[in-house]
């Protein structure tokens, strides 16, 4: 029985050893998502969405709501700027002061 559970233990610790992701940090994601507010069809456009996400989960399990809701916000504007390319060539973003502000 010992045995079954250190067994366990190891295979618990090393599956989330193995799963850890490195979480972004909120100066990479301000200056990413100001490169794709000045050029919206660069692959980091899409990447940076989901690392926005890991970001918002981590701030959600520290209870910083406001955080999490102006990264929402962030993320919302960079998919907007994405799939609805306007005619404008450089897009102003409003959440970036809150991400600056709460984050």
Known sequence: MKFLTI???KFLLLSNFLMAETIPTKTKILKQS???FKDTRIQSCKELVSEIEKLQLV?????????QSSLLGLQTEIIEAYFFNN???EKISIMVPYVIKNC
């Not at 701030?59 to 955080?67: A, E, G, L, M, T």
């Open 87 to 89: 005619s404008s060539n």
């Open 34 to 36: 100001n490169d794709c």
């Open 59 to 67: 701030v959600f399990d520290q209870n910083r709501f406001k955080c």
């Open 7 to 9: 067994l366990f233990l």
